[in-house]
């Protein structure tokens, strides 16, 4: 039987996310303004509007049982994210954040290389563009990535984060941070004022480094000790069909296949503890649960 999703938000990613539903034969979408629409036999809806208005749009759909997915971040406070999670939990809404890089051939074929490279020693994030936004600090644009991908790396939650803005006035837009998950640090440098767009990991192991770097042509490399590199395949497909895929198959089942509400909960109290950090000139923040 053929879906019917709502789609809100009709910038650059909300468009990406529409050209990849075309691909699906059973699948019609129906353009839904930020302000809302009829809810009325929809079977699943995606929100790609500024993250800020994250929670606020997706709310209603929530609350009235409709499959609902959330481009990353979930929201832009605790107190939001916390929301939606009540309003999963009483209305049975699957409830799906889209963390891409969770769902990147590449990325996954590197968590499987990581158990035979030995003790993860600390973890190097970069991202970077030219593209400032008006409705959150650039912590919440770019950390998003980093800390999905290193919750699946790590298989916990941070404890801690220290961040500091390196340039911006009321908001940051180039900044560092520090979280801690169990013994290992890692360290994520972000900004939205650089001319080389940069979307990259460097897993430093015990035996060797692994770098994830997604505007390489080849986006793996391994580095060994021994001064061999070698470009460890991974399957083509984009990463957002796959993600839009594991979506559908939510919306039919009624299922969540992975924790997506956990993880963007997770998400959500890391950066938020980032950004009491910056507040705090790096002063340590400890994540509360």
């Known amino acids: 039987m053929a879906l019917r999703l709502g789609l809100v938000g009709r910038g650059r990613w909300g468009r990406n996310i529409e050209r990849v539903l075309l691909l699906f034969p059973d699948v019609s979408i129906v353009p839904i303004s930020r302000e809302g629409g009829c809810q009325e036999a929809l079977d699943g809806v995606l929100i790609a509007t500024p993250s800020a208005t994250h929670a606020e749009v997706a709310l209603p759909y929530i609350e009235a049982g409709i499959a609902t997915f959330i481009?990353?971040?979930?929201?832009?406070?605790?107190?939001?994210?916390?929301?939606?999670?009540?309003?999963?939990?009483?209305?049975?809404?699957?409830?799906?954040?889209?963390?891409?890089?969770?769902?990147?051939?590449?990325?996954?074929?590197?968590?499987?290389?990581?158990?035979?490279?030995?003790?993860?020693?600390?973890?190097?994030?970069?991202?970077?563009?030219?593209?400032?936004?008006?409705?959150s600090s650039v912590l919440w644009d770019w950390l998003p990535h980093d800390l999905s991908m290193a919750r699946a790396i790590f298989g916990c939650d941070a404890s801690m984060a220290k961040a500091w803005k390196l340039l911006g006035r009321a908001r940051a837009e180039v900044a560092v941070s520090i979280f801690q998950f169990g013994d290992v640090g890692v360290v994520s440098t972000m900004s939205w004022h650089s001319l080389v767009r940069t979307r990259k990991i460097t897993i430093v192991c015990e035996k060797a480094t692994l770098i994830f770097d997604d505007k390489a042509a080849r986006r793996l490399a391994l580095y060994r000790k021994d001064g061999e590199i070698s470009y460890p395949s991974y399957s083509d497909e984009p990463p957002l069909t796959r993600e839009i895929e594991a979506f559908l198959q939510a919306v039919r089942s009624r299922r969540m296949d992975s924790p997506h509400l956990e993880i963007g909960l997770a998400v959500v109290r890391a950066i938020a503890a980032a950004e009491r950090s910056v507040e705090a000139d790096g002063q340590t923040v400890r994540i509360q649960e």
């Open 71 to 135: 481009e990353k971040p979930m929201a832009t406070s605790v107190e939001d994210a916390d929301r939606i999670r009540s309003a999963a939990a009483r209305s049975g809404a699957p409830v799906f954040v889209g963390h891409i890089f969770l769902y990147n051939p590449a990325f996954s074929t590197a968590l499987r290389l990581l158990p035979e490279l030995g003790l993860i020693r600390y973890l190097h994030c970069e991202g970077a563009n030219d593209s400032p936004r008006a409705d």
